[in-house]
């Protein structure tokens, strides 16, 4: 166990309501990043925050959001949902980009 | 692309026989990790390597580096049926925030 939990592990929305994905960083951690995976396909990354900073972002429209709290924990928010958003969500939490990341379980959306 | 591609897309083997994939790239690289994802869960986070080592081991595991023809490889020894997963190569690469993920090697371990 990587000690990255991920909230809930499954959800189904209807096409244009919000979603917010929740995950907590194993301990000592401060860096998040989070992943989107299609099914069939790698992992596609969406942002990364530092220190509670969006700290680098990947080619993710604006209704892709998130935030980090003080104690490293993280949402990511999906508005206005579509389709194609339906995949695998994946947080993964690491201390600086050197020593690796370490993913949660993920959460599987499903928009319909 | 930065993308790494992993190769081949799927193996099959019977069980106790070796399982060799390989990633490829054409950026440079500070490392390069090796996950495996079982039946779309999360990623197991397998092992790293930085751009100044050129091999190493874990276990059954054994990864292998070539920067100069940007490459990796994953051996997984005397595999076993639970070893049945996908397994993805990431990039990290200088200057950068995030893991590039390839499209993964999907190996099935028959009993």
């Known amino acids: 166990e990587t000690g990255v939990t991920q909230s809930p592990t499954h959800l189904i929305k209807t096409r244009g309501q919000q979603v917010t994905l929740r995950c907590s960083s194993q301990?000592?951690?401060?860096?998040v990043s989070w992943y989107q995976q299609a099914l069939g396909q790698g992992p596609q990354f969406i942002f990364q925050?530092?220190?509670?900073?969006?700290?680098g972002r990947g080619n993710f429209p604006p209704r892709f959001s998130g935030l980090q709290f003080p104690n490293y924990s993280s949402e990511l928010n999906v508005n206005a949902l579509e389709l194609d958003d339906s995949a695998l969500y994946l947080c993964?939490?690491?201390?600086?980009?050197?020593?690796?990341?370490?993913f949660g379980q993920g959460t599987r959306l499903t928009v319909v | 692309s930065q993308q790494g591609e992993e190769d081949p897309q799927a193996l099959s083997i019977q069980e106790g026989e070796n399982a060799t994939m390989n990633c490829s790239y054409k950026?440079?690289?500070?490392?390069l990790q090796w996950y495996r994802q079982n039946s779309g869960r999360g990623l197991v986070h397998l092992i790293l390597i930085r751009s100044n080592e050129r091999e190493k081991h874990s276990g059954r595991l054994r990864v292998t580096l070539d920067t100069s023809k940007k490459s990796s490889s994953l051996l997984i020894t005397a595999s076993r049926a639970a070893d049945t997963a996908s397994y993805f190569c990431a990039l990290s690469t200088s200057g950068t925030y995030k893991y590039i993920f390839g499209t993964g090697t999907r190996l099935k371990v028959l009993a």
């Open positions: 925050y530092y220190r509670e900073e969006e700290n």
């Open positions: 993964a939490s690491s201390l600086g980009g050197a020593l690796g990341a370490f």
């Open positions: 301990s000592g951690h401060n860096t």
């Open positions: 950026t440079s690289i500070n490392n």
